[in-house]
């Protein structure tokens, strides 16, 4: 296992008010995506805030609702929209692996962190370090409605992988590939318009990259 800097990740600052996040939502159409009303949204968000769950939680919508195809566009950075690498037409299809989702269209998730201090490792070393620590990694969906939520999350050599979401092949295995969010160099077929453009990519399982940490929760709840 790589040598790291022990401790949590550069701290960030806690999400906005989950009624923030819901009017956020709501103004950029993901309600309608996920077939929901905006009154809905509100109420979720407001009986969440005014329980026990709702400081510094994430308001996401689940995936078979609001998939990553159509919530990647929605991310911005310098005033450009984020996408979906070419090489990746399967994204949708990166399922919640080892992991159960509140089984609710919208639902909480806590305690977020970037794992900035497991950058250069491989996902396969760090998904047992982070079950050790009594967290889950954050599926590719929930990375992107953190970004969305807050942009400041997503910094360049800060970026990180959600390797909650996995591709199974149809003879049972997985695909090689994990999904990451990291911002475009404007190299390759991204093209250079995109130069600094969120980016929904992916890399190997078994590969080491020092600027992609692993994002995780410490719980979900519906």
């Keep these: ?54 400081p510094g939680a994430l308001l996401a919508v689940h995936p078979d609702r609001a998939p990553a195809s159509a919530l990647a566009p ?37 305690g977020i962190d970037r794992g900035d201090h497991m950058a250069n490792w491989s996902p396969d070393e760090a998904l047992p370090a982070l079950t050790k620590e009594d967290r889950t990694p954050l599926v590719l969906t929930e990375g992107i409605h953190w970004v969305l939520q807050q942009p400041e999350a997503l910094e360049r050599n800060l970026c990180f992988m959600t390797i909650g979401s996995r591709l199974r092949k149809p003879n049972g295995s997985f695909d090689a590939r994990t999904p990451a969010i990291w911002i475009s160099n404007g190299t390759g077929r991204d093209g250079r318009e995109r130069r600094n453009a969120p980016k ?23």
């Design 1 to 54: 296992m790589p040598e790291t800097t022990p401790g949590p990740s550069t701290v960030l600052t806690a999400p906005p008010a989950l009624s923030a996040q819901a009017e956020r939502l709501i103004e950029l159409g993901v309600h309608e995506t996920a077939g929901l009303s905006a009154e809905e949204i509100r109420t979720f968000a407001a009986r969440a805030e005014a329980g026990a769950d709702g």
């Design 74 to 110: 929605l991310l911005r950075r310098d005033g450009k929209p984020g996408f979906v690498v070419v090489d990746m037409p399967d994204v949708d299809e990166f399922a919640p692996s080892a992991l159960a989702l509140p089984d609710a269209p919208l639902y909480l998730v806590h």
């Design 200 to 222: 929904v990519g992916w890399c190997w399982w078994n590969n080491r990259h020092t600027w992609l940490g692993f994002a995780s929760t410490t719980g979900r709840r519906g």
